[in-house]
């Protein structure tokens, strides 16, 4: 990260903070996981492939364009860059992607091959927007694919189609998620771990 950049190194410290507190609760194991965050030049702040999320340093964040091409030589984003740099694309709003790893996100995305329908849970309203527990929070589920182009074209499809949408999950993979700030994201990935957790509950008093 540019040291001369004074908003940039903020944001890469709060991404170096979210890496530590995911980490913590075993949500991005080895050196899974990435994340990112908008500047306010278009460019995005988003973490350098292959390192370990919990150790993240302020070198370890580096900086893509709007297309997520890297703009600093020599240094390679995370192979997912596309989808952190589609998503901010479409949300105007959105400051923060989060992908995390976690044991409830990846099994939840097994169990449920098309989408994962969250109803009638209080938690519910930690999602900016929503007001009431009365609500239907649809959460996508997209075939794991090593081309990451063509998977991120079948997000934005589906974006296309589909709204509101908070967050999305890649089979057997992990959950992608964002919000206004870092903050928030963090927010709407806590409130979803806790959601697949209770579903993932509820499957297993179901089949007792």
């Known amino acids: 990260m540019d040291g001369n950049n004074a908003e940039g ?12 507190l995911l980490y913590g609760r075993g949500w991005v194991p080895a050196t899974s996981g990435n994340f990112s965050a908008r500047l306010s030049d278009g460019r995005i702040a988003i973490t350098v492939s292959g390192r370990h999320k919990g150790e993240l340093e302020e070198a370890d964040i580096m900086t893509v364009d709007s297309e997520g091409r890297a703009t600093e030589a020599g240094r390679r984003p995370s192979a997912e ?13 959105a ?14 995305s097994r169990l449920f091959p098309e989408q994962v329908q969250l109803a009638g849970y209080e938690l519910l309203k930690a999602f900016s927007g929503i007001t009431t527990h009365e609500t ?7 075939p794991n694919d090593q081309d990451v182009q063509r998977l991120a074209d079948q997000v934005d499809a589906y974006l296309d189609r589909h709204t509101p949408v908070y967050g ?11 919000g206004a700030t870092v903050s928030e994201a963090l927010r709407h990935a806590e409130a979803f771990d806790f959601l697949f957790e209770c579903e993932l509950r509820m499957q297993g008093l179901e089949k007792r």
């Open 168 to 178: 999305y999950l890649i089979a057997g993979h992990g959950l992608y998620v964002w």
């Open 95 to 108: 400051g923060a992607v989060l992908h995390p790893h976690s044991v409830n996100a990846t099994l939840i």
């Open 81 to 93: 860059t596309l989808l952190h740099a589609g998503l901010y694309k479409r949300f105007a709003d």
């Open 136 to 142: 239907c929070l649809v959460v996508p589920v997209f």
């Open 9 to 20: 190194r903020e944001r890469a410290h709060e991404l170096i903070r979210a890496g530590r």
